[in-house]
């Protein structure tokens, strides 16, 4: 079925005149609700098993013995052998009950729908983000930033698609090389990096290290000798998400350890920078693109040429505004790099505009109450199980949210929060929605990045992280 524009895959089938379990176990969640289903199931068909049985017992089976043995009763022998043939065809009829009855409870268990909170995630929608804007940046390679969602399949699903990918560690290596990608084509940009990390990806084949320090540059030459380093710069994230000035060196500093990077055995081979997560303006590239260029040409002067400027991410997708198309920030990019000194390889490391809008959380209504003027709606899942990025951004990321039970209900202001006890626990205020009951399924759209990897295993005050289900039509 289609709920929200989102393709949820449900096994169905009808149980006629019976209670269904998704109504017996509606008060219970993740493994306690399939049990007491399954239990539920069980005890619904053992009970016209049980009057199988009977039936069996004291009808179908003396009937077919009686008359089978009456037809063959002029054959020499023939009562006995009928005894026996229609002991084989009563045999027949009661495993065809039990056989019926045991589909049944498969049938009753696997209609129960998945239980929430879980990540929707539609691998052909990642592949289609890909290409959208792959075909909007011509002449810049795109790399994927595995951290925003590292799920197995859609690395897989990018990779067959010709992405390639940054990593911010070694862990996230080994799942691009578990995927198929060529090592070789990785990029590794967090510059700050344990040393083990930097052995086990240069061993790997990984090549290219980012760093932002001279220990940093120590520590690559002494683990990864004789490969190449991207400089990365602060140059003062300003995204709706930003790094809040943790990662990159001043840009003064740039010659100097490029100069030290050389006498190290490393090959200072480009500069990279982040403009912030959720950028909106797209000549936010252009101040840090031109400082790239000044350090450039200062390098070229003591004979240092980098080969390869790394424009980093930000790229936006809509959550309650529509951002400027890929092709604005394509433009400012291209116009800022025309002033470079000299041509070079333009990279771009792009997470959530790939996997934002593949993802689709799904929850469910736990409590309602009226709050000054307001109602609270409280889901399953929230800040610290899936979606902390509401108070990163001080809950400036507005979700789009839809109640697919809802949309005929009167529209009323409503604040949503997480399941647990934490006072913090709030992703959205004033929200108008169709009026939300408890029990109801609410879809957030665009939460196909930084949700379910940040969230991991976590059992937070008790309540479940969310699961990730795959779309089935998805590639």
């Known amino acids: 079925m289609s709920v929200g524009g989102v393709a949820i895959y449900e096994v169905t089938a009808a149980a006629p005149r019976r209670t269904p379990p998704t109504a017996a176990t509606a008060h219970l969640a993740g493994w306690r609700r399939l049990a007491a289903g399954t239990w539920h199931a069980v005890t619904e068909h053992l009970a016209s098993c049980a009057a199988a049985e009977a039936l069996d017992s004291f009808l179908i089976r003396p009937g077919c013995l009686a008359g089978v043995a009456w037809l063959l009763r002029p054959v020499p022998g023939g009562v006995w052998l009928g005894f026996a043939v229609g002991k084989a065809v009563a045999d027949v009829a009661w495993y065809g009950m039990e056989a019926s009855a045991r589909r049944s409870v ?100 990984v090549w290219r290290f980012a760093a932002d320090s001279d220990t940093e540059l120590h520590k690559i030459a002494r683990h990864a000798p004789g490969s190449a380093v991207l400089l990365r710069l602060d140059t003062g994230a300003g995204g709706t998400v930003g790094d809040q000035g ?105 997470g959530r505009a790939i996997a934002a809008p593949a993802g689709t959380m799904v929850a469910s209504v736990i409590g309602t109450a009226w709050r000054h003027g307001t109602l609270r709606v409280s889901l399953d899942a929230g800040a610290f199980h899936g979606l902390i990025e509401a108070l990163e951004s001080g809950r400036e990321l507005r979700f789009p949210v839809t109640v697919p039970a809802a949309h005929s209900r009167m529209q009323v202001p409503c604040t949503l929060t997480g399941p647990s006890c934490d006072s913090q626990d709030t992703i959205l205020d004033q929200v108008w929605l169709p009026m939300p009951h408890v029990g109801d399924r609410v879809l957030i759209g665009n939460t196909g990045a930084y949700t379910t990897c940040y969230s991991g295993h976590s059992a937070f005050n008790g309540y479940p992280a969310p699961a990730v289900r795959l779309t089935k039509s998805a590639a």
């Open 106 to 205: 498969t049938w009753s268990v696997a209609a129960a729908p998945p239980a929430t909170p879980y990540l929707q995630l539609d691998l052909a929608r990642a592949r289609e983000s890909f290409r959208e804007l792959t075909a909007a940046l011509p002449g810049i390679a795109v790399h994927y930033a595995v951290k925003a969602n590292p799920h197995p399949k859609l690395l897989t699903c990018l990779h067959r698609a010709g992405c390639r990918f940054e990593a911010a560690s070694w862990a996230e290596v080994r799942a691009v090389i578990r995927a198929g990608v060529d090592p070789s084509t990785v990029l590794f940009t967090h510059p700050v990096k344990p040393a083990d990390d930097i052995a086990l990806a240069w061993q790997a084949g």
């Open 246 to 350: 943790k990662l990159g060196m001043p840009p003064g500093q740039a010659a100097g350890l490029a100069h030290l990077a050389r006498s190290l055995g490393l090959n200072p081979y480009g500069l990279a920078f982040h403009v912030g997560s959720q950028t909106m303006d797209p000549t936010a590239w252009d101040g840090p693109i031109r400082q790239c260029a000044q350090i450039m040409t200062t390098l070229a002067n003591d004979g240092i040429k980098p080969a390869m400027l790394d424009v980093g991410g930000g790229f936006p997708v809509c959550y309650d505004i529509n951002p400027p198309p890929p092709a604005d920030h394509a433009a400012a990019i291209g116009n800022a790099t025309a002033q470079l000194p000299y041509p070079v390889q333009l990279a771009c490391e792009p």
